[in-house]
């Protein structure tokens, strides 16, 4: 097989070959009753586990399940709103999980009553799709989904995954007491999502106009697991695999050779860490006939996590990513990917964050896969490794520590790139700088996601737009979306006691007469120091230009030429310095109300202007140092 996109084979298909097609597929596949892991959910370790999933369960019993409404979905094409409809969605969903884990783990048949009436209800569930994905509906002139053109997205596949797991848990019990509901689940997954997939190869999301991005392996690694568990043994079902498993080698082609992702350390966990999900899944359903553990940018992507980690719950965050996201990601699949890597640094990562339970709003996939790691259930959590330096060409991202292994003192955090990149931000030479792991000069992140996240107002969200990142402005003008708007000439240079990255910034912005715009972002080790060095030249003199950081935490200033920012948390401030000689200093705060926003920063953020001279040529030096 070859990669539709290109024409050539990704990184899976040069490794497997012929190994790879329907027909190889269709000889090596188990049967659907054994193609999927099955943990012992019986056992001690599980009932210490799902500790949090019982609480949750015998508390909603016997309450009404979560209902979608019409109204809630149309609500998207009128107002803009996707939240509420979701809400619901996710939420009977998580329930459903938490039925079918009680009902395998305890045997009880009130459980497993409890997790058909779930299964039921996504039966019967008008659509699958998630109303801002639902591609019918304008065309149409409708607020509403059409059930006889069903739409594959990432709420579909979510769902068939979901039904799949349903059944490897509880199938032959479900067949004894609800005789004729597992046929329908099969038919339901067929029509809504297995045989749109296999007909349609215009799908957006499989990126074969070569645009790729984490809706591809999120989806077919969710198609994979409904073929596996829920097609008849044959020749359809082996091409439902080897499509899937197409995609999913077309997104690790897509992804640059260090692995890194250009949505951000947030979306890893819906992009990378899905595409080695659908690996763990093909290996078993091969019986390890198809093994990706030497594949370069496989063992590269599992570096990602860990070295975007600046301390505690907080991370390097570009793009739509949160500077402190949900903790309780499926850190098994890093632990298990990172010991088949030999990434000693990866596996300790993990486990420093692994839990002592199971999340109650954890996918159902994710937590059978995590019961059936007995090497990550035993695993003892240690100190996350915080790695001294890292620089990633692939996406121009570079972060930096005062010492390897501890949170303590600085960190800096550089990105370049171009605003054309998934989730984009127009952020091309922003930094990011820490005080003891806290982000104190920040990316602000995304607020709730609307109709104008995805569409022609995206970029008059306020936290999409460059005048809201640290970044110049430059002669009234802020940068702009477009993969030439780019940071050129980059240099790095990563020594033990200095840390520099060098770019240039003039491509991104649409001013005449600008000819250069370095940015020097450097972490001074022993100086224990952060400096940014803006220096420009244009062909004459014009209006003048202005340099911003966005600040969280308590902001005093405390003279003409200085400013302390203690960063959420209360701990030590980091001070800003400059030179009031040469560029003016004032202070703007912006009142947050998105939940996404105050969850993460509280109830303001605050704006460093400092105002520079419309000169041809200059440069203004700020320097960042701790305090207390």
Request: hydrophobic share 40%; charged share 25%; glycine share 10%.
């Amino acid at each position: 097989m070859t990669n539709t996109a290109t024409g050539r084979p990704g990184p899976l298909l040069s490794l497997w070959g012929a190994d790879a097609s329907p027909a190889a597929l269709a000889r090596v596949l188990l049967d659907p009753g054994s193609a999927l892991p099955s943990p012992d959910l019986r056992g001690e370790p599980a009932r210490r586990a799902l500790a949090l999933v019982r609480e949750r369960a015998e508390a909603e019993r016997g309450a009404p399940w979560p209902q979608p409404l019409a109204s809630q979905y149309a609500r998207y094409f009128q107002d803009g709103d996707r939240t509420v409809y979701e809400r619901q969605v996710f939420d009977r969903q998580d329930r459903l999980t938490r039925a079918v884990l009680m009902a395998a783990a305890t045997g009880d048949d009130g459980w497993l009553a409890e997790a058909a009436d779930g299964i039921v209800l996504l039966c019967e569930q008008s659509s699958w799709c998630w109303p801002a994905h639902e591609e019918s509906c304008r065309p149409r002139g409708t607020v509403l989904p059409d059930p006889a053109d069903p739409c594959v997205d990432l709420g579909a596949g979510d769902v068939a995954a979901q039904l799949a797991w349903a059944d490897q848990a509880l199938g032959d019990r479900l067949d004894r007491r609800f005789p004729g509901l597992r046929a329908r689940v099969r038919a339901e997954v067929r029509t809504r999502v297995l045989e749109p997939f296999t007909r349609r190869r215009d799908w957006h999301w499989l990126g074969l106009d070569g645009h790729v991005h984490n809706w591809c392996p999120w989806i077919c690694g969710n198609v994979l697991v409904a073929a596996l568990r829920l097609a008849e043994p044959g020749e359809e079902r082996a091409l439902q695999v080897a499509l899937a498993l197409e995609g999913v080698d077309r997104y690790l082609a897509s992804l640059p050779d260090d692995g890194s992702v250009d949505e951000g350390y947030e979306y890893w966990w819906h992009g990378a860490c899905r595409a080695l999900e659908a690996l763990d899944v093909l290996e078993h359903a091969t019986a390890g006939a198809l093994d990706a553990a030497g594949v370069p940018v496989v063992r590269a992507t599992v570096r990602f996590p860990y070295l975007m980690h600046l301390g505690g719950g907080w991370y390097v965050n570009v793009a739509d990513s949160r500077a402190r996201p949900p903790a309780d990601q499926p850190w098994h699949v890093a632990h298990r990917w990172a010991r088949r890597a030999g990434d000693a640094a990866g596996a300790a990562h993990a486990a420093a964050q692994r839990a002592a339970a199971v999340s109650p709003e954890a996918e159902l996939g994710r937590v059978m896969s995590e019961l059936a790691d007995p090497a990550w259930m035993a695993a003892e959590a240690g100190a996350p490794p915080l790695v001294a330096s890292a620089w990633l060409p692939g996406t121009q991202l570079g972060v930096a520590r005062t010492a390897a292994g501890t949170e303590r003192g600085l960190a800096l955090v550089v990105k370049g790139g171009h605003n054309a990149e998934n989730h984009n931000h127009n952020d091309v030479g922003s930094v990011v700088v820490a005080v003891d792991g806290v982000p104190a000069l920040v990316d602000a992140g995304r607020p709730t996601y609307t109709a104008r996240t995805f569409g022609p107002d995206r970029y008059a969200i306020w936290t999409m737009r460059g005048d809201w990142h640290n970044v110049p402005g430059v002669r009234g003008a802020d940068q702009r979306a477009g993969a030439s708007f780019r940071a050129r000439d980059v240099e790095v240079a990563d020594d033990p006691d200095d840390f520099r990255v060098r770019l240039d910034l003039a491509a991104a912005y649409p001013v005449d007469g600008l000819e250069r715009w370095w940015r020097t972002a450097r972490l001074g080790r022993s100086a224990g120091e952060v400096t940014i060095e803006d220096a420009w030249r244009f062909t004459g003199a014009g209006e003048p230009s202005v340099l911003r950081y966005l600040l969280a935490g308590e902001v005093r200033q405390e003279g003409p030429g200085e400013v302390e920012v203690r960063p959420p948390g209360k701990g030590r401030a980091a001070v800003l310095t400059w030179d009031p000689g040469l560029a003016t200093g004032s202070l703007g705060v912006r009142e947050l109300d998105d939940p996404l926003l105050t969850s993460v920063w509280g109830d303001r953020l605050t704006r460093l202007e400092l105002a520079l001279p419309g000169t041809a040529e200059g440069s203004v030096l700020v320097r960042v140092e701790v305090r207390g």
